[in-house]
T-cell receptor
Framework: DGGITQSPKYLFRKEGQNVTLSCEQN?????MYWYRQDPGQGLRLIYY???????QKGDIAEGYSVSREKKESFPLTVTSAQKNPTAFYLC?????????????FGPGTRLLVL | AQSVTQLDSQVPVFEEAPVELRCNYS??????LFWYVQYPNQGLQLLLK??????LVKGINGFEAEFNKSQTSFHLRKPSVHISDTAEYFC???????????FGKGTMLLVSP
């Protein structure tokens, strides 16, 4: 089955630690996205990538970093500079680069701070 | 910049009653409009989208939405809800020529027996 996988489902971060969230898709999609979801806040865009080896900042990129070395993979690193990382993180992908393309979402990773 | 307002954070309804979830957007240019549903602790799933053409859009699970350009609205409706429709619903808007969507803050639909 084609789809998007995110791992782990739950992730715990200690103070001052960097952690990496995995996102893999086998849909052969060009574009990939990372969103952060907080209760009552909706989804906010962290980073997006329209093509391999290229990515752009979203609305809340500070404290996060990404890479896009392979078409199917778009990992997100939450750095120690992100002071309030507790949230639900969603990865998505779309076939094309235009906003009219449907975004398909993974099941999410919940990040908690110890 | 574009924005999306979902006017209700929670909508409680009884099973088999009709429901309308409201969404207004602010953009003066051509827009694309989406409704997504999120079940607890899951990702989002597309319900329906408006790109062009007929202003009444039908989606999955019996939902439909109407694009109203003059009122800049895209309200979601279902004539008879089920318990299984309990979920959070997100409206999203994208502008022609851009690459990213703007999501509303979500409306929690609570269906009780």
């Amino acid at each position: 089955d084609g789809g998007i996988t995110q791992s782990p489902k739950y992730l715990f971060r200690k103070e001052g630690q960097n952690v990496t969230l995995s996102c893999e898709q086998n849909l052969n999609h060009d574009a990939m996205y990372w969103y952060r979801q907080d209760p009552g806040q909706g989804l906010r865009l962290i980073y997006y990538s329209q093509i391999v080896n290229d990515f752009q900042k979203g609305d809340i990129a500070e404290g996060y970093s990404v890479s896009r070395e392979k078409k199917e993979s778009f990992p997100l690193t939450v750095t120690s500079a992100q002071k309030n990382p507790t949230a639900f993180y969603l990865c998505a992908s779309s076939a094309g680069q235009g906003v009219q393309e449907t975004q398909y979402f993974g099941p999410g990773t919940r990040l908690l701070v110890l | 910049a574009q924005s999306v307002t979902q006017l209700d954070s929670q909508v409680p309804v009884f099973e088999e009653a009709p429901v309308e979830l409201r969404c207004n957007y602010s953009s003066s240019v051509s827009v694309y409009l989406f409704w997504y549903v999120q079940y607890p602790n899951q990702g989002l799933q597309l319900l329906l989208k408006y790109l062009s053409g007929s202003t009444l859009v039908k989606g999955i699970n019996g939902f439909e939405a109407e694009f109203n350009k003059s009122q800049t609205s895209f309200h979601l409706r279902k004539p008879s809800v089920h318990i299984s429709d309990t979920a959070e619903y997100f409206c999203a808007v994208g502008r022609s020529g851009y690459s990213t969507l703007t999501f509303g803050k979500g409306t929690m639909l609570l269906v009780s027996p």
